[in-house]
């Protein structure tokens, strides 16, 4: 069974930083490209950030650019995502969600996705 | 960026009958080298993570009832439940994965 589960969520003043860890299992990590997509309270579905499985092709939403880094480790079925100087607009829920690759390409549809991990940005 | 523009904001709908959601994208998301239509809809109940229904516009993932039925090609794609029963309450997502990111999703759907 593919799972995803998301930890490090929490409440962070304004500026503040917080590392979210997205651990994966049921499938070969590395062969895949890795996402985050935030729900602000009552909000639709924003993508944040992707991973390609090697780490080459990296890409963010321009509301975190510079302030959010993503990353993977795929000895470890991992990845995770850096959020530096963080605003109140970031309060959402961050899920990760896996993108499908096949023998040549992959393509950004998200399934399946972790239960999410809350982050509350507030002073 | 592309903007997907779903309709309407909310549906009610008898149980039973039929629900149709629209999505509009403000470029073709079809690509011709393939015939392809990078279109994924999402189903998001309360307190749920979202739930995968279709790729490529129309082909359902493993395991989606087959009253959930997408279609469409370019810019206008709808998806249908055929015959809505009370566990499909829920808000729909449409999704263009078309090129390189940034991927964005329609505003949602809220159906009830």
């Known amino acids: 069974e593919v799972l995803l589960v998301e930890s490090g969520g929490g409440l962070v003043k304004p500026g503040g930083s917080l590392r979210l860890s997205c651990a994966a299992s049921?499938?070969?990590?590395?062969?895949?490209?890795m996402n985050w997509v935030r729900q602000a309270p009552g909000k639709g579905l924003e993508w944040v950030s992707s991973?390609?499985?090697?780490?080459?092709?990296?890409y963010y939403a321009d509301s975190i650019k510079g302030r959010f880094t993503i990353s993977r480790d795929n000895a470890k079925n991992s990845f995770f995502l850096q959020m530096n100087s963080l605003r109140v607009e970031d309060t959402a829920v961050y899920y990760c969600?896996?993108?499908?690759?096949?023998?040549?390409?992959?393509?950004?549809?998200?399934?399946?996705w972790g239960q999410g991990t809350k982050v509350t940005v507030s002073s | 960026d592309i903007v997907m523009t779903q309709s309407p904001d909310s549906l009610a709908v008898s149980l039973g009958e039929r629900a149709t959601i629209n999505c509009k994208s403000s470029?073709?998301?079809?690509?011709?080298?393939?015939?392809?239509?990078?279109l994924a809809w999402y189903q998001q109940k309360p307190g749920q993570p979202p739930k995968l229904l279709t790729y490529?516009?129309?082909t359902r993932e493993s395991g989606v009832p087959d009253r959930f039925s997408g279609s469409g090609s370019g810019t206008d794609f709808t998806l249908t439940i055929s015959s809505l029963q009370a566990d499909d309450v829920a808000v729909y997502y449409c999704?263009?994965?078309?090129?390189?990111?940034?991927?964005?999703f329609g505003q949602g759907t809220k159906l009830e």
């Open positions: 969600a896996r993108g499908y690759c096949d023998r040549t390409t992959c393509y950004n549809w998200f399934h399946p």
């Open positions: 049921g499938f070969t990590f590395s062969s895949y490209t």
């Open positions: 991973i390609s499985g090697s780490s080459s092709y990296i």
């Open positions: 470029q073709s998301l079809l690509k011709s080298f393939n015939n392809r239509n990078y």
């Open positions: 490529w516009a129309s």
């Open positions: 999704q263009q994965y078309y090129s390189t990111p940034p991927y964005t």
